[in-house]
C-alpha cells in the first residue's frame, strides 16, 4: 500500500536527518517512483487523499508535489490528476549513488546536503535569479592578459600562495573596497579566495567549532546554508523583514557563535538592512561575543538611491569578516572572491588558507590585478551596471498588470534579481510549478526559507536574459502569474 511505504520511507528519513516533512514526503515519493512502489504513467492520489493518509497538511503534500512536477518525475492534467512520468528510472540503476540507494552510501551530513536546494534545481533560464550575464564578457582581451603572464610567469608563480594570493590584486581590492564599499582595511587582510564559498567555509573553519550555532538569515542564500550544514554548524534561521536580519528575544536564546548577513541586499527579498538595524545587530554581536560575516555579493549593481556602505565600515570592534566575490561582474567560473578579515585573524587565516585550500592560480590573479589596474574592470561594471538597469526596468514594465495590494515587487534597487511578494498564504511552489510548466523557471520565495513558512513569492532574475528576451518573454511571464493567481485565488 502506497501510504504505508510512504510513512516507513519519511521515518527513515527523519530518523536520519533533520528534513522538514515536504523534503521527507518529497524524498519518498521520488523512492516510491524509483523503486517501481509507483509505475510509470501510474495516477498518484490526489493531495488531500495524501493528506488525509499520511497526517499531514495539505500545503506539506502540495509543496512535495510541486517540487516533483518542476523537476520533472510528475506532470498535472487539470481535472484529471497527477501522473508519473514515463521517462522516470528505476530498478537497480535507478537506485545507484544518486537515486534511491544514496542515503546508504552517504554520511548523514551527505545525504541532508544533497537533500536540501540542490542546484540541479537551479537550471539556468531567461529568469532565474541572481545569474550574470557572461556573454558580455571580453575574452579576446582577457585572453591576452593571461597570454602575458604565463609568458612573463617566474617558477613561483606556479607555485600555492602562502601570502593570501597575489599581492598586487589585494591591493587593488583593497582600494577599490577602501573607496566605494567604505571598508576599513589594510592590504594585508585581503586573502584572496576561489569565492564566497570558500571565504564561508573558511570562516566556519577557523571562528566555529563543530555543533556552533550560526545565524542564517530567513529566507537565506542557500550557498551559505550548505557551506555551514557541510562544516557541521548548526543553523538557526532569524526572521528578515523590510529592514533586513530581525532578531527576536527569543532569538537571542540560541546564542550565535557566527551571524551571516547579506545587508546591502538582502538573498533573496532584497531588504537593505537599515542604519538602526545594523547598529543593533554589531551590538548583539558584541554581547554573544560572535563573528559577523558579511556576504555583500552584488553591492556593485546599485540603480537608485546613494551608494550603501559595508556593515564593517561601521563595525568599531573587529568582529565583521567582510566577503565578496567577481564571479557576477566577470564570470562564476573565474572562481576568484576575496575575504577581508580583521587584523588580529590575518596570519591565522592565511596559514590556515595554505594548509587547508593549497590556493594557487598566481597567473589568473596577476591577469585580474591589471585588468583592474588598466580600467577594464570599472569599465565592464559601467557597461553591465547599465545593461541590467535597462533590462530591470523592462521587467518592471512588465510585470506591472501582475501588481496590486496583495502582490508587491521588494528587492528592484540593486542587483540581478527581485522578488514578487505575495500573501502568506499562497502556495508559491504550485505557482513556481505551474509557471515552470508554462517554459519559464522562476523560484518559490519559501523554497529559501529555513524555518518560517510565511514568507511567499516569486524569485525573477533580469541580469541573465537580454533586454530582448525580456521585451518578448516578460509579458508573457506576467500573463502567467496573473492567470495562476487568478486561479489559484490570490
Ligand atoms: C548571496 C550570494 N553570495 C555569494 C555569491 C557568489 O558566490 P561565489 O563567489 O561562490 O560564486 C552568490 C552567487 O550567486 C550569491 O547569490
Not at 20 to 25: D, G, S
Not at 35 to 40: C, F, N
Not at 85 to 108: C, E, I, Y
Amino acid at each position: 500500500m502506497l501510504s504505508e511505504f510512504l510513512l516507513a520511507e519519511m521515518s527513515r528519513l527523519s530518523a536520519h536527518n533533520e528534513l522538514p516533512l515536504h523534503r521527507q514526503l518529497y524524498e519518498a515519493l521520488r523512492r516510491a517512483m524509483l523503486g517501481g512502489q509507483l509505475d510509470a504513467g501510474e495516477r498518484i492520489p490526489s493531495s488531500r487523499e495524501l493528506a488525509t493518509d499520511l497526517r499531514l497538511s495539505r500545503n506539506t503534500v502540495v509543496a512535495a508535489l510541486s517540487q516533483l512536477t518542476v523537476e520533472g518525475y510528475l506532470s498535472s492534467h487539470v481535472g484529471s490528476g497527477t501522473y508519473v512520468n514515463d521517462n522516470v528510472p528505476r530498478g537497480p540503476a535507478a537506485a545507484a549513488p544518486g537515486f534511491t540507494g544514496q542515503s546508504a552510501q552517504l554520511s548523514q551530513r551527505g545525504a541532508a546536503l544533497s537533500n536540501t536546494f540542490c542546484a540541479r534545481t537551479l537550471e539556468i533560464q531567461p529568469f532565474t535569479g541572481g545569474i550574470a550575464d557572461f556573454s558580455a564578457f571580453p575574452t579576446t582581451l582577457w585572453q591576452r592578459l593571461q597570454n602575458k603572464h604565463w609568458r612573463m610567469s617566474y617558477p613561483d608563480m606556479l607555485d600555492y600562495s602562502s601570502s593570501g594570493g597575489y599581492a598586487p590584486l589585494r591591493r587593488v581590492v583593497a582600494d577599490y573596497l577602501r573607496v566605494f564599499r567604505s571598508v576599513q582595511l589594510d592590504t594585508d587582510q585581503v586573502i584572496i579566495t576561489s569565492g564566497t564559498q570558500q571565504s564561508l567555509e573558511l570562516c566556519a573553519q577557523l571562528l566555529a567549532d563543530h555543533g556552533s550555532t550560526v545565524w542564517v538569515e530567513d529566507p537565506a542564500y542557500w550557498g551559505a546554508v550548505k557551506a555551514f550544514m557541510a562544516t557541521g554548524l548548526k543553523l538557526h534561521g532569524v526572521r528578515v523583514d523590510e529592514q533586513g536580519i530581525a532578531p527576536e528575544p527569543l532569538d537571542e536564546a540560541t546564542a550565535p557563535r557566527l551571524i551571516y548577513v547579506t545587508p546591502s541586499h538582502q538573498y533573496p527579498t532584497g531588504a537593505v538592512m537599515s542604519l538602526a538595524r545594523r547598529h543593533q545587530l554589531l551590538d548583539t554581536a558584541r554581547r554573544h561575543q560572535a563573528w559577523i560575516l558579511e556576504d555583500d555579493y552584488d553591492s556593485e549593481f546599485r540603480f537608485s538611491g546613494p551608494p550603501l556602505s559595508s556593515l564593517q565600515g561601521l563595525d568599531s570592534d573587529a568582529r565583521v569578516l567582510y566577503m565578496g566575490s567577481f564571479s557576477k561582474v566577470l564570470y562564476p567560473g573565474l572562481k576568484l572572491g576575496y575575504l577581508v578579515v580583521p587584523q588580529q585573524l590575518v596570519t591565522a587565516f592565511k596559514e590556515a588558507h595554505y594548509d587547508l585550500n593549497r590556493p594557487g592560480q598566481l597567473p589568473l590573479q596577476a591577469a585580474l590585478a591589471e585588468f583592474i589596474e588598466m580600467g577594464h574592470f570599472s569599465s565592464a561594471l559601467r557597461r553591465a551596471r547599465q545593461s541590467y538597469a535597462e533590462r530591470r526596468r523592462c521587467l518592471l514594465e512588465a510585470l506591472k498588470p501582475c501588481l496590486g495590494s496583495r502582490a508587491q515587487i521588494s528587492g528592484a534597487e540593486q542587483g540581478l534579481h527581485l522578488c514578487l511578494r505575495l500573501p502568506s498564504g499562497v502556495d508559491d511552489a504550485a505557482l513556481a510549478a505551474r509557471i515552470g510548466q508554462l517554459g519559464m523557471v522562476v523560484r518559490p520565495l519559501s523554497a529559501y526559507c529555513v524555518e518560517r513558512q510565511d514568507v511567499k513569492g516569486l524569485v525573477i532574475g533580469y541580469g541573465y536574459a537580454t533586454l530582448s528576451e525580456i521585451e518578448r518573454l516578460g509579458p508573457r511571464l506576467a500573463g502567467a502569474i496573473r492567470s495562476e493567481a487568478q486561479r489559484l485565488g490570490i
